[in-house]
Nanobody, 125 residues
Framework: QVHLRESGGGSVQAGGSLTLSCVPSGLTVKSGLLGWFRQAPGKEREGVAAYESHGDLTYAYSVKGRFTISKDISKNALYLQMNDLKPEDTAMYYC???????????????????WGQGTQVTVSS
């Protein structure tokens, strides 16, 4: 059975930084599609960053240059480094895992079938 556990959320002021962590059980970060999503109240869940099995990284336009997705195979962990946070980044952030067939966007939810419970990020102005 696969479980994804996120941590690292919190409350920060605009311009601050946070690093989210995701530690899966029953699944290795060595392969497959890994991603971070977020969902703000009243909005749809959106893809933020994806780490493809071949090593390519994809970011949503709104976070490009500010967020960095990475993984540590030795720790079997996925990370999301978030810098220069803005109030509009406030959301519940989810770690997800799946497989991408190579067409369409790796940030689309359709490729992901394992999801974590989420960790809340709140950015105040």
């Amino acid at each position: 059975q696969v479980h994804l556990r996120e941590s690292g959320g919190g409350s920060v002021q605009a311009g601050g930084s946070l690093t989210l962590s995701c530690v899966p059980s029953g699944l290795t970060v060595k392969s497959g599609l890994l991603g971070w999503f977020r969902q703000a109240p009243g909005k749809e869940r959106e893809g933020v960053a994806a780490y493809e099995s071949h090593g390519d990284l994809t970011y949503a336009y709104s976070v490009k240059g500010r967020f960095t997705i990475s993984k540590d195979i030795s720790k079997n962990a996925l990370y999301l480094q978030m810098n220069d946070l803005k109030p509009e980044d406030t959301a519940m952030y989810y770690c997800a895992a799946g497989d991408w067939v190579g067409h369409g966007s790796p940030l689309s939810r359709i490729w992901y079938y394992y999801w974590g419970q989420g960790t809340q990020v709140t950015v105040s102005s």
